[in-house]
């Protein structure tokens, strides 16, 4: 099963971007860019939640 990382800054602005899927195995942290606002964000798939996503720039 695979889940969707989503853009913790978009979501603050009611944006749902999609910024990668990946397994439910996955472990450790990941900064992937957002075309959107043109940054990297931090994203901890330790203990990801889209409904509980918080900034840490």
């Not at 602005?13 to 860019?33: C, M, R, S, W």
């Not at 959107?36 to 931090?42: E, L, R, S, T």
């Amino acid at each position: 099963m695979k889940k969707e990382i989503l853009c913790p800054v978009c979501l603050k602005a009611n944006i749902k971007k999609k910024l990668l899927e990946v397994e439910d195995t996955a472990k450790g942290i990941i900064y992937p860019y957002c075309k959107c606002h043109k940054a990297a964000v931090k994203i901890d798939l330790n203990d990801y939640d889209n409904r509980k996503v918080t900034e840490e720039n």
